[in-house]
Nanobody, 121 residues
Framework: QVQLVESGGGLVQAGGSLRLACAAS???????IGWFSQAPGKEREFVKG?????????STDPSLKGRFTISRDNDRKTVYLHLKSLNPEDTAVYYC??????????????WGQGTQVTVFS
């Protein structure tokens, strides 16, 4: 059983940055971990992920290119999503996800409860 707990969301002005953290517990060593976002009234979308071996899983959304980076600390079982140059369109609930083969449009075995990011102009 894997548990995921997100933190780091909040209110930020456009152009600002945030660092989200996903603390994992349980048998998470062999799992890919990633982040999804869900804006109001929209479907949940893949943001970025990292495989258990360290390879990055990229989103095809061009608006995210270069602005969001991901890092994984296996010793602390924590995955970080670094958000920069935020704009109001980035306002969403950001969810941490874990799966043995995480894919942008594939199934996800475990979800966190989500953390709200609100960007104001």
């Amino acid at each position: 059983q894997v548990q995921l707990v997100e933190s780091g969301g909040g209110l930020v002005q456009a152009g600002g940055s945030l660092r989200l953290a996903c603390a994992a517990s349980g048998g998470v060593t062999d799992y890919d971990i990633g982040w999804f976002s869900q804006a109001p009234g929209k479907e949940r979308e893949f943001v970025k992920g990292v495989r258990w071996a360290g390879h990055i899983i990229y989103s095809t959304d061009p608006s995210l290119k270069g602005r969001f980076t991901i890092s994984r600390d296996n010793d602390r079982k924590t995955v970080y999503l670094h958000l920069k140059s935020l704009n109001p369109e980035d306002t969403a609930v950001y969810y941490c996800a874990a799966d043995r083969n995480l894919r942008p449009r594939g199934p996800v075995e475990y979800w966190g409860q989500g953390t709200q990011v609100t960007v104001f102009s």
